[in-house]
């Protein structure tokens, strides 16, 4: 029984050595590689940077929004009211157009 704990003391004096071994080997690790911290101004700068993008992706969706629900409501009322030179001219367009967007948002995707 002495022996086992003797074994296990000697064990506790290795493990100690080797955590002192560790925590000198990583201060000096420390020691070596400098800890660069940006300042205030570059994280205040970057947070303005990020808001005025939201911004304009806000406004480039709403004028989105807008534009369908005008075109939306113009199908509708050349439907009711039976104009249908108006409904082939919005057909037309959407026929422009509507590639045009499916290529932009898929360019959009892959940049993303």
């Known amino acids: 029984m002495t022996k086992h704990k003797d074994g296990d003391h000697m064990q506790s004096e290795d493990d100690e050595r080797t955590v002192e071994a560790l925590y000198k080997a990583l201060d000096s690790l420390d020691s070596h ?5 940006p300042d205030s101004e570059w994280f205040q700068q970057q947070i303005q940077i990020r808001q005025a993008e939201n911004r304009k992706g806000l406004l480039r969706e ?7 629900a005008l075109v939306i409501m113009l199908v509708l009322i050349s439907v009711a009211l039976q104009q249908p030179s108006v409904f082939l001219m919005v057909q037309l367009i959407s026929l422009v157009i509507a ?3 499916l290529v ?9």
């Open 99 to 101: 590639p045009i967007v």
């Open 62 to 68: 709403l004028f989105v929004f807008i534009l369908v």
């Open 33 to 37: 590689i400098p800890l660069l911290t």
């Open 104 to 112: 932009m948002l898929s360019r959009k995707q892959v940049e993303v």
